[in-house]
């Protein structure tokens, strides 16, 4: 009697997740970002009833109990849950996501062209692109897409300014016409500042509020000193239309921002 050959199981990685901790009074969803056979991203959803904590958090371990995904890949989200009789269900739908709509740049980049070097934060990585290293800012799951799409207006509105790094191109998940996602931007080569370098904060912020905008997160790690000088980061809280006691008021704690020594506002990895 010939065997019924086996289903080949895709070949999953996990990229990003964000887990719910069963401690939390208020029991939350578990996401999950995952490459399927190195070329399909998909989202996994997990209720918090379905396993224990070390699961969850360990993706080798989930990977061993997730029941089967579906073989094609007409889905973007797979929704896991347990019945009141104990059984584990995997559900998989095509879901409408949310993306980036300032499109600004000519550039559009698939995140799967670019090679992953160095993980900075959770949403950001240091990447190659076009044999030069670079900054890739990812939303990696629907409700992080407003820091992105905050940010892209921001270099929208500097560029050109010499206040921050070159903007790059929008970055794309399914494609290069795909979901717009995140933003790639210049590596600037340089260290972050300290209070030896106050007066080219200061014209560098000075310049920024000349346009009319708040920064809006000043700390010493947010500059950056490069031969050309101070250049600003991370644009996610910059506000238009600043009053001047507002940009008084940023400019006058810009030296005990770049006093401390608490660690704030630095990234992961160097």
């Keep these: 009697m010939a065997r019924t050959p086996k289903l080949k199981r895709p070949q999953m990685q996990f990229l990003s997740m964000d887990v719910n901790h ?15 056979d190195g070329q399909y991203i998909r989202y996994i959803h997990i209720d918090p009833d379905v396993y224990g904590q070390d699961v969850i958090e360990s993706p080798p371990l989930l990977l061993e109990q997730l029941p089967p995904l579906p073989s094609h890949l007409n889905w973007n989200i797979t929704h896991i849950t347990r019945s009141p009789a104990g ?36 949403r950001v990585w240091e990447v190659v692109y076009e044999s030069s290293a670079a900054i890739a800012k990812i939303a990696r799951f629907d409700w992080e897409i407003k820091y992105a799409e905050d940010e892209t207006l921001a270099y929208s509105l500097l560029d050109g300014h010499g206040i921050g790094p070159k ?55 947010n500059f950056i000193i490069t031969e050309a000088g101070a250049r600003l980061i991370d644009f996610e809280e910059m506000k238009s239309g600043g009053t001047v006691e507002a940009m ?12 401390e020594d608490t660690g704030r506002g630095r990234a992961l990895s160097p």
């Design 22 to 36: 069963l401690g939390n009074p208020v029991a939350s969803t578990s996401y999950y970002r995952i490459l399927i």
């Design 87 to 122: 059984k584990i269900n995997a559900s998989s739908r095509r879901e409408e996501s949310r993306e980036v709509t300032r499109l600004w740049h000519p550039k559009l980049v698939d995140i799967l062209s670019l090679n992953m070097i160095n993980q900075r934060t959770t």
């Design 167 to 221: 903007f790059l191109g929008h970055l794309t998940e399914g494609g290069p016409k795909g979901r717009v996602v995140g933003l790639l931007i210049e590596k600037l080569e340089g260290r972050s500042a300290g209070i030896g370098d106050l007066v080219v904060c200061q014209e560098v912020l000075k310049a920024l509020h000349a346009l009319g905008f708040i920064h809006g997160d000043v700390n010493r790690y």
């Design 248 to 259: 008084k008021k940023e400019l006058d704690s810009l030296e005990e921002q770049l006093i």
